[in-house]
């Protein structure tokens, strides 16, 4: 056995200092990483870069193509009223597909990570660094509660207040109906909804997997919500937006009443404050008085 070299032994009198710690990860990013392998599919989630990568552009895009794909085709097996894919509008509603919620979740999630660092301060009192350490599904389910919530009152404002229902009546001028539709929304909605909803989230230091996954989660009830599918959800109906209430918030103002069923999401927030109309048949009629498109 051989001595220590004597260059080791250091004087008493040395301050002694404590070995260099290890690298060490907070569990709760080890965790992520480890346990949820999606968070690189999505693409967003591990990066420290200050704006959306190619992966999550990439994601996104695949996100367009097979919710397009699914509810085209699903339009075509079960639909409510038959009618062709390139129906009236259809050209117009592609267009609008740039013009989308996830795309204002992604311009948030990149101010969130420009500027976040200033809003520190906020996350202790309003409860966020709690929220933080949670599951993500809790998360995400707490930012979808809370966001379509607020949705819900936007929407309500969108067609009560009549400077604002000049923005809103683009999404409403669609007469025909299918999941296309969903996309067509003045650019003003779609910077006025990001800009309430996703980026104080995103400043107060909500995952981006979390936003990305309740803007596509929201646009998704939303393609369901307009499609042109004979699908009834039963007592789910009281829970989430489906075509049999979509529908008639979209009636044309000569075939039934007006200013129901604003929900985005979820359609419990009609049922609780009596803005919900569900007769068992179709409208009519779709669409408005003088309707433009611009
Ligand atoms: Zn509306
Ligand atoms: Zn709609």
Known sequence: MTGRPSTDVRPITQPQTCPPKTQHTPPEERRRAGKAPYRHIIGIGDSNLPYPTPPSVISYSLFLLLSGLLFTLAERLWPRQPQPIARKGYALDIVYIFNAEVVGALVSIWL??????????WREPLGLTALARQPEWLQLAALLLVKDFLQWNIHNLLHRVPALWEFHKTHHSTEVMDWLSNWRFHWFEIVFYQTILY????????????????????????????ANLRWRVGPLKYIINSPEMHLWHHVHPDAGPQNR?????????????HTAYAPAQAPKRLGIIDAKTT
């Open 261 to 273: 069923n604003f929900a985005i999401s979820l359609a419990l927030w009609d049922w609780l404050f």
């Open 112 to 121: 969130g990570r420009m500027y976040g660092t200033h809003f520190l301060q």
């Open 199 to 226: 980026l104080p989230a995103n400043l107060l230091g909500m995952s981006p997997t979390v936003t990305f996954g309740c803007a596509v989660i929201s646009t998704t009830i939303g393609h369901f919500a307009h």
